[in-house]
């Protein structure tokens, strides 16, 4: 299917001008998308008819690449929908925020809860978790579990404050918190496996008991179709302030996403990206709706690569990679372009599994490349083709020459290794090469 919505693109992108009949087109590959990527079918109605009528209106009509303006169009409204900008957290002005978590059972709550307080520790909070889903067996205990892992602490109910009963374990909970000085609170609930009335009265009870500052909504990406009646209930019995998508290392394309977002008018804040604490992240509703479409390629063939990568340099350098030749002036030409292409972190965001050279690029630091720079210009050309001259002594001299330490020229020979070996091994399967950020 994607291949198809490529192709419609890339039909549309050879056009002057556009007619009705193409946008019905697009409009139908747009529609079709969105049921494959599990979008509620009342969502993708509202959708593509915005989409269409915006996309024949003048707009688009007196436009130069009205193409173009069509994809952007589908992209706005995506984005526009999942909540343009990102939005932050909501702090109390008086410590402790409380934050409640809600949810289906098994949505990822309690996992959220660890990963939730381990960010916040990270970001200077001293977080505490409160085990109020009494519901589940070994629910608390799990919660411990999961707080031990974050290193945050987690008030559990004993005797005295509020065995058995949520309510009173939630209440106490912010008493405690107050008293020892913690500036966040984050609650964990029961779930149920379906919207059951019970438990709704109980998450609203919760809510009333703590006056929290967040209710985020944690649902599994890959619910599917099941999103809308869903996020619905819990609107109508417990209402939240935000969604965390969770799971979204699984298959789900992320219609959810769309379906929750567009139903409930509430902020995607976080997604959630595997079951370690640390596979978690604010939400980027751009990427998102990348994703959602599967038009990670297409957006940035139209948009940023071309102008970004030298393609010619590119393929030299594939060309070198599969002889086995790629040498440390490669290396650093690759740094260089790698710079040079300021947008292109904006680039991966949109392509679908690039996950892990998003996280390199983001660790990626300017002066990191200075100081390559300055290590590979004091090599020898002879030693900039053949690194394996690198000896101690030839070490030393580049290090005293660059102004660096030994140990930093071994750094950057161990990374060069790790890169030359990387790209033989994705030049294979076609990814683009991204050398000189370390692992990937
Ligand atoms: P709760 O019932 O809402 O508290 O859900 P849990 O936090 O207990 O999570 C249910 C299961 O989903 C557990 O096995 C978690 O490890 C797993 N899980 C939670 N979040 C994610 C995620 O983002 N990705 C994946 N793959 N698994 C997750
Ligand atoms: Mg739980």
Do not use: C
């Not at 079709?32 to 993708?44: G, P, T, Y």
């Not at 417990?238 to 959810?256: E, I, N, P, Q, W």
């Amino acid at each position: 299917l994607s291949d198809r919505l490529t192709e419609t693109f890339r039909n549309l992108r050879s056009k002057g001008r556009l007619t009705p009949s193409d946008v019905d087109g697009t409009v139908r590959e747009i529609r079709r998308a969105l049921l494959d990527a599990d979008v509620a079918l009342e969502v993708v109605k509202s959708f593509t008819a915005s989409v269409r009528e915006r996309a024949l209106s003048d707009e688009v009509n007196k436009a130069l690449n009205p193409a173009q303006q069509v994809v952007q169009i589908v992209n706005e409204e995506l984005v526009g929908i999942l909540g343009g900008q990102q939005r932050r957290l909501e702090f109390a002005k008086r410590p402790p925020t409380v934050i409640m978590l809600a949810g289906l059972q098994g949505a990822g709550k309690t996992t959220l809860a660890g990963k939730l307080g381990k960010w916040l520790k990270k970001d200077g909070h001293t977080p505490m978790l409160v085990a109020a889903d009494l519901q589940r067996p070994n629910a608390v205990q799990q919660l411990q579990v999961v707080g031990e892992q974050a290193g945050v602490h987690v008030f559990a109910p004993e005797p005295g404050n509020g065995v058995g009963d949520p309510v009173k374990v939630a209440k106490n909970a912010i008493k405690a918190a107050v008293d020892q000085q913690y500036d966040t609170v984050i609650v964990d609930t029961a779930g149920r496996l379906g919207v059951d009335a019970e438990l709704m009265k109980q998450a609203a009870n919760i809510r009333k008991a703590v006056d929290p500052d967040e209710v985020l909504f944690v649902i599994d990406a890959m619910i599917g179709q099941d999103a809308v009646t869903t996020a619905r209930a819990f609107q109508e019995g417990v209402d939240f302030t935000g969604v965390v998508l969770s799971k979204l290392d699984g298959d789900a394309r992320g219609g959810a996403a769309l379906s929750v977002a567009s139903i409930t008018g509430r902020p995607i804040m976080f997604a959630s990206t595997g079951e370690g604490l640390d596979d978690f992240e604010p939400f980027h509703p751009d990427r998102m709706a990348s994703r959602i479409l599967d038009l990670g390629d297409i957006l940035s063939l139209i948009e940023q690569a071309q102008s970004a990568f030298d393609e010619d340099e590119a393929r030299a350098v594939a060309e070198k990679i599969a002889t086995d030749n790629f040498t440390l002036n490669d290396f650093l030409q690759q740094m260089q372009q790698l710079r040079k292409a300021g947008s292109i972190k904006g680039m991966l965001g949109m392509l679908p599994g690039a996950k892990g050279m998003r996280e390199a690029l983001d660790n990626f630091d300017e002066r990191e490349i200075v100081r390559t720079e300055a290590i590979i210009q004091s090599m020898t050309p002879q030693e900039r083709e053949l690194p394996k001259l690198l000896n101690g002594s030839r070490r030393l001299r580049i290090a005293r020459g660059a102004g660096s330490t030994v140990t930093e020229v071994n750094a950057l020979v161990n990374r060069f290794e790790q890169a030359a070996k990387m790209m033989k091994t994705v030049a294979r399967g076609g990814v683009p090469q991204m050398p000189g950020m370390g692992p990937i």
